[in-house]
């Protein structure tokens, strides 16, 4: 007659199968969904990029709906050189090195560099996701509060936004996302 004990650990061993299981199954569905994420997050980064971000509509008559691209021009051009490069720098460039952190780290690229990268800098990329989209959503807030304008979202916030979370999500499934939190 088997003990009580041996029946337990038999159970147990069946659970551990059963969840060794389910996160092998949950490892494969990503790894089927993986390259059309990585494809899809700069195709909308660059959709965020050059689409209209938001819509501001002053007295009836005038529109406008700038992009990414086309606020950093005009911040640009209109003499603020230090915040265009500022704006440029956290809303365009640290996205798309983050992105070619994770196609690094996600496609074995680059070896040992490519790893040490995704370790040591992704995880510092990661805290400014979404700050562009938070603070488009701060301006649209203030705008429809003090009844400056009206404003309201374009296609370009939110691929935008979907690129900065695809992102996030590779970053948390794929390799050691054990860094700064």
């Known amino acids: 007659m ?3 004990r041996g029946n337990s650990s038999r159970r147990q061993s069946v659970h551990e199968k059963d969840r060794i299981g389910a996160r092998f199954a949950r490892m494969r569905a990503f790894s089927m969904i993986r390259p059309v994420l990585l494809v899809a ?12 971000l938001v819509r501001f509509e002053t007295l009836y008559f005038f529109d406008q709906t700038p992009s990414l691209v086309e ?31 994770i196609a690094a780290e996600a496609t074995g690229a680059g070896g040992g ?34 009844g400056l304008a009206n404003a309201f979202t374009q296609p370009g916030l939110w691929c935008y936004a979907a690129s900065s979370m695809i992102s996030g999500l590779l970053h ?10």
């Not at 997050?41 to 209209?52: C, E, K, V």
């Not at 805290?127 to 562009?132: A, E, G, L, V, Y």
């Open 41 to 52: 997050a700069p195709f909308l980064l660059a959709l965020g990029l050059i689409l209209p």
């Open 71 to 101: 606020i950093v021009s005009s911040l640009w051009q209109g003499g603020d050189g230090l915040l265009a490069a500022i704006v440029a720098l956290v809303s365009i460039v640290l996205p798309i090195l983050k992105m070619v952190g």
């Open 113 to 146: 560099a490519g790893s040490l990268f995704y370790r040591r800098v992704v995880p510092h990329l990661s805290k400014w996701s979404m700050m562009d989209v938070l603070l488009v959503a701060i301006v649209i807030a203030a705008a429809k509060a003090t």
């Open 172 to 181: 948390s499934l794929t390799g050691d996302a054990s860094g700064p939190k």
């Open 2 to 4: 088997p003990s009580p």
